[in-house]
């Protein structure tokens, strides 16, 4: 329990994401475009958390961190409109991204939902499973 709660205050918790941030840099950018050598088939969201509510709008479902993915990823679906964006977790949390993601635009058409997968380690099996 003691070794949970050290990795989980700021200071521990800030140095291990900089830690695995530095193993995944983000995609180069030039002049705001994103360099890639092909463009990409989906844009796979992950899930992190809803606050769902009834009646609630669908802008404050999402956590922070969700909020910040599906925009992101409707970023670079916008430089890849081709791209099917991906959107997985519970049924709630990707309904609320879909609808966050259309709201900038993007079309329902070119969004998928996961729902199969029951936690992180599964996304990317079943993602991997029903879209390639």
């Known amino acids: 329990m003691f070794v949970l709660f050290v990795l989980s205050i700021d200071p521990v918790a800030a140095g291990l ?5 530095k ?3 983000p995609l180069a950018e030039e002049d ?13 969201v992950l ?8 009646g609630r709008p669908e802008l404050s479902q999402l956590t922070h961190a969700g909020y910040l993915r ?3 990823a409707t970023r670079l679906w916008k430089q890849f409109p081709d ?3 991906v959107m997985a977790g519970n049924p709630a949390e990707t309904a609320a991204m879909k609808l966050i993601a259309t709201r900038f635009d993007v079309p329902a058409d070119s969004i998928v939902e ?12 079943f993602v991997k499973k029903n879209y390639r």
């Not at 705001?32 to 796979?44: K, M, T, Y």
């Not at 996961?114 to 099996?125: A, F, Q």
């Open 114 to 125: 996961e729902n199969e997968s029951r936690d992180t380690k599964d996304h990317p099996i």
């Open 83 to 85: 791209s099917i964006i």
């Open 70 to 72: 599906v925009t992101g």
């Open 17 to 21: 994401m900089r830690y695995l941030e």
């Open 47 to 54: 899930a992190s958390g809803d606050h769902y509510v009834e």
């Open 32 to 44: 705001g475009v994103f360099v890639v050598e092909a463009s990409p088939d989906f844009i796979v």
């Open 23 to 25: 193993q995944h840099p």
